[in-house]
DNA sequence: AACTCTTTGTGACATCAGTCACTGAGGCGG
DNA sequence: CCGCCTCAGTGACTGATGTCACAAAGAGTT
């Protein structure tokens, strides 16, 4: 890696120890990807854990059928939870991960993460709090899903899409309803619902959103 | 702990080392609890790591309305990562666990659960390969709720309840429509259905698991 | 302007799942 | 045997969601 990238992450890991930044300076690889390619696919034999340094990236589960919805989204900082398992177990993939953004990764390679387990203190609390925080978040969207109405499920969804990426959804319908595994014409009912209530304004291609917290009566 | 609850310690817990197994008889509570027990409910606060030494956990997740479903089972040798999670930040459990049989259980206070981490490498193994074990049936629970309907996740949750039960399944329609959130009529139905295809026999309280794993046409 | 592509809106309809009301079957205690 | 309870079966209905068909609107291209 190149000096300027260095100061990146290091600005972006601030808990991991000197001497496993050096390591990780030297070993891995820098990825940048463009808005829209995919960094993992399903059925892939991860290799790598994934870290992202700047940009926004979308974390799918994908079934036999192409279905897909949205887990998480990955933000400047953390890791991907996922490729850490799957690459530990040299395991094929069983999710999907998209840059929504142009975006930087830092690829480690499976034996290095396994290695620093032992060896860095900071990693490895680094990864229980990764496995820790992205189990919480798979727990609400099952939740979500488990218990709500697409309504409300909706609502999560452009709550959790509003704090990552702030109050313009661009978006398409289709593109919700892909990542909600819904259909296109009962989010557009559901948007235009809440766009009456005034929580949204509707616009060709992205959603202005201006208050998803309230609660929306029958 | 006496003596002869270390010998059934011992043979669950393999993997973690002498010392550690020390500080565990020491430290440790060993808990009997009987079938229908909640070992863990929904809103306390988690003080305690939970591992398992006999018997059969249940694990749920709860909404607000007091509806339920169920995320995984724990067998001897397992840790429940969810108490994990919850005592290392200290955290009200949102979730449910429940004794199926009679079971023993082991509390590891949080501090010194945390503590080992540091300490014992193989407690630190231990717990990571808990969290990716639970991450992965998450997955799998969510992608039958995401993804299939319910006469599949039905299929998918008799599968699981044979694999750690046996062909006898004794429960009630109603209980199987709670764990699915479910009710009870939609199940008996279906289970009707997997009747006449002769994947099962339906009797009063209990179900005679012959076959799930055919194909069923629609 | 005419064309074309994508996105969004909308009504009609089908299906799955949940609910209600009721029946009947099995088991248990008096 | 009778009463009572839980569990299971069933038909009728409802509502949410998905599907189909088609219209309309927006935006870029020629």
Same mark, same amino acid.
């Given at each position: 890696?190149?000096?300027?990238?260095?100061?990146?992450?290091?600005?972006?890991?601030?808990?991991?120890?000197?001497?496993?930044?050096?390591? =990780? !300076?030297?070993?891995?690889? @820098? +990825?940048?990807?463009?808005?829209? %390619? /995919?960094?993992?696919?399903?059925?892939? $034999?991860?290799?790598?854990?994934? =870290? !992202?340094?700047?940009?926004? @990236? +979308?974390?799918?589960?994908?079934? %036999? /059928?192409?279905?897909?919805?949205?887990? $998480?989204?990955?933000?400047?900082?953390?890791?991907?939870?996922?490729?850490?398992?799957?690459?530990?177990?040299?395991?094929?993939?069983?999710?999907?991960?998209?840059?929504?953004?142009?975006?930087?990764?830092?690829?480690?390679?499976?034996?290095?993460?396994?290695?620093?387990?032992?060896?860095?203190?900071?990693?490895?609390?680094?990864?229980?709090?990764?496995?820790?925080?992205?189990?919480?978040?798979?727990?609400?969207?099952?939740?979500?899903?488990?218990?709500?109405?697409?309504?409300?499920?909706?609502?999560?969804?452009?709550?959790?899409?509003?704090?990552?990426?702030?109050?313009?959804?661009?978006?398409?319908?289709?593109?919700?309803?892909?990542?909600?595994?819904?259909?296109?014409?009962?989010?557009?009912?559901?948007?235009?619902?809440?766009?009456?209530?005034?929580?949204?304004?509707?616009?060709?291609?992205?959603?202005?959103?201006?208050?998803?917290?309230?609660?929306?009566?029958?």
């Amino acid at each position: 890696m190149e000096k300027t990238d260095k100061d990146v992450v290091l600005r972006q890991f601030p808990h991991l120890e000197q001497a496993l930044l050096d390591e =990780l !300076l030297q070993q891995s690889n @820098l +990825k940048k990807v463009e808005a829209g %390619d /995919e960094v993992m696919r399903t059925g892939q $034999y991860i290799k790598y854990t994934i =870290l !992202l340094l700047s940009g926004l @990236l +979308k974390v799918y589960r994908e079934d %036999d /059928e192409g279905n897909e919805f949205l887990i $998480y989204y990955l933000e400047p900082g953390n890791a991907c939870a996922m490729s850490m398992m799957c690459s530990a177990r040299n395991e094929q993939s069983q999710i999907k991960a998209k840059a929504v953004t142009d975006a930087e990764v830092i690829l480690v390679p499976s034996h290095l993460s396994e290695l620093w387990l032992g060896k860095y203190k900071t990693w490895h609390s680094f990864v229980i709090a990764s496995y820790r925080q992205r189990f919480e978040e798979l727990l609400q969207t099952l939740d979500s899903i488990a218990f709500k109405a697409l309504d409300e499920r909706l609502l999560f969804y452009l709550r959790r899409h509003v704090k990552v990426s702030g109050n313009e959804v661009r978006l398409s319908h289709q593109q919700i309803a892909d990542e909600l595994n819904s259909s296109r014409e009962v989010i557009s009912r559901l948007l235009k619902k809440l766009e009456q209530t005034g929580a949204l304004t509707l616009h060709r291609n992205y959603l202005e959103i201006h208050d998803l917290e309230r609660e929306f009566g029958s």
